[in-house]
């Protein structure tokens, strides 16, 4: 144990292993990956490696289990926040720009790319992955929908086909430049700010409550 | 050259190695594909084999190149068909329908996984693939709609807009899906007709022509 690691409970030590495992097999692939090389990352002997990952597979499925957990239930405060909301409109906008922050930063690309390169190899943690992460926050913000249009701000039946709109007129045009092209330039602020508005305009002309229906339209 | 293959045009010999190469790259990802195991699979000598391609790179970039050089193009005569149409709803449901066709078929499905899972090692090569298949088919989808708002038949000032949200409404869920979960259950048919109906009726609702907005209103 390195001394400023002294004292610290050891989930510190295995998420810092963890951290550092990803950052090797998002850089290198999980093929381009060795165990030799987290170890040296990660300044354990191998032994220690193997002791607690007694294979590469086994590695690759704590990295990604940790990563989903850390992430999960982070939409939770911002979806009760829009099921409060008074006004509709700035309140979509306010999530789907909470969504663009969390899926198109950089980490979560990566992790997005390496584990849609190993879901061949590896089904079960991508199929786990696209679980907790997208099923379970679309249906989080389906429920704070739903709970919009009980309070006479949305019309809408089917909360999911809504949550699913809404998320990928926000983020789908970004998200897959950005999947296909790691390091191209990101969109700009004001590109992204643009992007929400008019995802959230065409939600509205949908999904919104009588009335407000032909707002934006056209432009 | 084998009995088979004599007596046809070059260009032929030269496909069907680079589709080999692509099934390879594919299913092996870049760094687990070899050039033995491509001339193998293709039954050409090593020589061969590195006379036209001098490296794996250049094999690489050969296969985007010769995949993206046959889909290129085969948006135009659909995109020209829907600026033809007489019924914007139809029209608009026969192009998502195809889009969902083309874009989640398993091959145009697994170079996408491979490109993204590459493009940190060959940006080039990803910036061309989503130049010339995305942006141009967006491009051609949203020349199109402005030819139907020219004809009445939708309202918009900014088609590019209007076709980003039209293809994400119809195909970002599932592309989503099959993107991270290569192998999984693919949409079913129906499904499929549910997400192009749906998607359609959110983007009449906001670039239909006066009094569409409504239809299929909270549906």
Redesign the interface.
């Known amino acids: 144990m390195s001394p400023s690691s002294r004292g610290r409970p050891r989930g510190s030590d295995t998420r810092q292993l963890l951290d550092l495992a990803r950052e090797l097999f998002t850089e290198q ?1 999980f ?2 990956t060795t165990m030799d090389a987290v170890a040296a990352r990660a300044h354990v002997s191998k032994q220690s490696l193997y002791r607690d990952y007694p294979s590469k597979d086994e590695l690759y499925s704590a990295v990604v289990r940790d990563w989903v957990e850390r992430g999960s239930d982070g939409m939770k405060p911002h979806a009760e926040a829009l099921a409060a909301t008074d006004d509709a409109h700035a309140g979509l906008l306010g999530i789907a720009r909470i969504m663009q922050a969390g899926i198109l930063s950089p980490p979560v690309l990566q992790m ?2 390496l ?3 190993e ?2 190899r590896f ?1 079960e943690i ?2 786990d ?2 679980e907790r992460s ?1 099923t379970r926050n679309i249906q989080m913000l389906a429920k704070a929908l739903r709970v919009m249009a009980d309070r006479g701000l949305l ?4 909360p999911e ?1 809504a949550a ?2 809404l ?3 926000v983020i ?2 970004p ?3 950005l ?6 330039a990101p969109y700009s602020a004001d590109e992204l700010a643009e992007l929400a508005d ?2 959230v ?3 509205i ?3 919104g409550p ?1 009335g407000s ?2 707002v ?4």
């Open positions: 692939g093929r381009g997005r790319t584990i849609a390169a879901a061949s089904p991508a199929a992955y696209v997208w019309q809408l039946d089917n086909l699913e709109q998320t990928w007129l789908a045009a998200l897959n430049r999947t296909l092209q790691a390091g191209a008019q995802g305009a065409t939600f002309s949908r999904f009588a229906a032909r934006g339209k056209g432009s």
